[in-house]
Nanobody, 125 residues
Framework: QVQLAESGGGLVQAGGSLRLSCGMS????????MGWLRQAPGKAREFVAA????????IYADSVKGRFTSSRDNAKSMVYLAMNDLKAEDTAVYYC??????????????????WGQGTQVTVSS
């Protein structure tokens, strides 16, 4: 069974940076497309970013493109989300997600099979 555990959230001022980490246990990490979604209070879940199994390709939501960068270390079974120039509207719970059925990173949240428990990111303006 796959388990995902996020860390690295916190409180940061607008314009600041945070780096989220997510570790996977239980299965072959390199066989999964990994990604991130977020959910702000009172809002629907939103796709943020995803990265191909070998790290060769990233996709991003338009709202974070140019500010967020996803990376992974298959040897450590870790995926990361570097978030720069944070804005108040980035405040949300961020979840690590994993999918095995798709050939390429997907914007569709329904394509991902596993979620972590989330880490809170709060950006003060």
């Amino acid at each position: 069974q796959v388990q995902l555990a996020e860390s690295g959230g916190g409180l940061v001022q607008a314009g600041g940076s945070l780096r989220l980490s997510c570790g996977m246990s239980g299965r072959a990490f390199s066989s999964y497309v990994m990604g991130w979604l977020r959910q702000a209070p009172g809002k629907a879940r939103e796709f943020v970013a995803a990265i191909q199994r070998d790290g060769s390709r990233n996709i991003y939501a338009d709202s974070v493109k140019g500010r967020f960068t996803s990376s992974r270390d298959n040897a450590k079974s870790m995926v990361y989300l570097a978030m720069n120039d944070l804005k108040a509207e980035d405040t949300a719970v961020y979840y690590c997600i994993a999918g095995t059925s798709m050939a390429d990173p997907s914007y569709r949240l329904s394509d991902y099979d596993y979620w972590g428990q989330g880490t809170q990111v709060t950006v003060s303006s």
